[in-house]
């Protein structure tokens, strides 16, 4: 079984700054994909970024960017230049790359961005 | 436009009483997903169906039952064997392009027991 780990059940930025966001995740599969997720206050669930495991190119996205790494299972997310409508919760997240596609999420993230 | 919605917003039920979530899909996707989340928790899978007439157990399907009977639509009844239903329920479908699988959520459903 896959488990996803958060271990920063909050935190805060001032708006324009940078913020990192940590993920950690264990599993016996080689081949797998990796998400962030944002949830607003509206509660709607939007896919931030995603990387596949077999890409050793960290994926981008506009402000958002991931630092994979797959030896050490970790996942972190940068936000660039914090704007006050990425005020939200972040949900990191894993599949495998075969069977039914389901995902296991982490606890998530509180982001509180300042002005 | 094509998404996925979920009705209603909000739902209220008394114990012991059977009710069910509505989900229904316009985007041709073959698998959904029903979630649960809980406070200072991630999202838990209930159940899921990958194709019509077909679908298993997740990590909590305990007091939970889906049916699967058309592409577009998986609902869930939370029945009265669920011990602590008050939750917010998401549903989810996805699918595969290039680059992988994509998973897509709808707006969701609070319920509380009373």
């Known amino acids: 079984a896959q488990t996803v780990t958060q271990s920063q059940p909050e935190m805060s930025v001032q708006e324009a700054e940078t913020v990192t966001l940590s993920c950690t995740y264990d599993t016996s599969e080689s081949n797998y994909y990796l998400f962030w997720y944002k949830q607003p206050p509206s509660r709607q669930m939007i896919l931030v970024i995603r990387?596949?495991?077999?890409?050793?190119q960290n994926a981008t996205e506009n402000r958002f960017s991931v630092n994979f790494q797959k030896a050490a299972k970790s996942f972190s997310l940068k936000i660039s230049d914090s704007q006050l409508g990425d005020t939200a919760m972040y949900f990191c997240a894993f599949m495998k790359q075969a069977g039914s596609y389901q995902l296991t999420f982490g606890k998530g993230t509180k982001l509180s961005v300042i002005p | 436009d094509g998404g996925i919605t979920q009705s209603p917003k909000y739902l209220f039920r008394k114990e012991g009483q059977n009710v069910t979530l509505s989900c229904e899909q316009n985007l041709n996707h073959d698998a959904m997903y029903w979630y649960r989340q809980d406070p200072g928790q991630g999202l838990r899978l209930i159940y899921y169906?990958?194709?019509?007439?077909?679908?298993q157990k997740g990590d909590i399907a305990e007091g939970y039952s889906v049916s699967r009977e058309k592409k577009e639509s998986f609902p869930l009844t939370v029945t009265s064997a669920q011990k602590n239903p008050t939750a917010f329920y998401l549903c989810?479908?996805?699918?595969?392009?290039?680059?992988?699988?994509?998973?897509?959520f709808g707006p969701g459903t609070r319920l509380t027991v009373l």
């Open positions: 990387q596949e495991a077999y890409k050793q």
């Open positions: 169906s990958q194709i019509v007439n077909d679908f």
């Open positions: 989810a479908s996805s699918i595969v392009v290039a680059g992988g699988p994509r998973q897509f």
